[in-house]
C-alpha cells in the first residue's frame, strides 16, 4: 500500500531564515523605523517653531496695533469745528507731536503727542499727554505718564519683558502734501524676539498719516 504524496510532504524539512537573513531583516527594520522617527521630530520641531513665530508676531502686531491707533488721534481738538482760525491747544510747539531720542540716546527712539481725550476742547495738561518709546536697556516698549519727557524718568514698560525682547522701536516722519493740505507721516517700526528662544526673532512696520495737526512743517 502506497502512502499519500502528503505523508512525504510532512517529512520534508521546513525552509526559514538563517542568522545572517535575521540580521539584515532587523537591520532595514532598524532603519526605517529611525527614518520615521527622525520624521516625526522634524514635524514636532517644525510645528513648535511655528507655534513660537506666531506667538511673537501676535505679540508684535498687538503692541504694534495699540501704538499707531493712538499716534492717530494726535493732535485731535473737541472743539476744533467751533474754533475758526484757532487757536488750537492740541497742535502748537509744546503738545504737537514730537520724535525724539530715548533715554538711552537712541535716535528717534521715542515719540510725545497730545489730544483731546474727553473732548471737551481744553488742553488738560499733562492728563492728555500721551507717547511711546523704546527702553534698550530692558528690552521694553514703554507708555509716557504724568507728560514725561523722552530723556526722563516717568515711563512704564508697555509690552510684556518676560515673554518677549524689544530689539528697536524707531519714528521716522516724512513731509507728505495732500489736496494742498500738509499731513505728516509716521512710520513705526518694531523689531523683537521672544526671551526663551532668541533666534526666533520679526520686524514689522506700519505707517500712519497725521490729519488732525493744524501746524505746517
Known sequence: MKRPHFFKAMKQPQAGFNLIELMIAILIGLIILAAVVGLFVSMIKSDSDNLKAIRLNQELRSTMSLIVRDIRRA??????????????PFSTTTTRLTISPNAQTNANACVSFAYDQNKDGVDDGNAERFGYRWDS?????????????????????????????????????LAVVEGGMYIRQITVT??????????????????????NEDTGP
Open 137 to 173: 536697556v530692558e528690552g521694553a516698549v514703554e507708555v509716557r505718564q504724568t507728560g514725561a519727557a523722552c530723556d526722563a524718568t516717568g515711563w512704564e514698560n508697555f509690552t510684556d519683558e518676560s515673554l518677549i525682547d524689544i530689539l528697536g522701536l524707531n519714528f521716522s516722519e
Open 75 to 88: 493732535g485731535i481738538d473737541g472743539s476744533a469745528a467751533t474754533r475758526g482760525t484757532g487757536p488750537y
Open 190 to 211: 518694531l523689531r523683537g524676539r521672544l526671551r526663551k528662544d532668541n533666534t526666533v526673532s520679526n520686524t514689522i512696520a506700519e505707517t500712519i498719516k497725521i490729519r
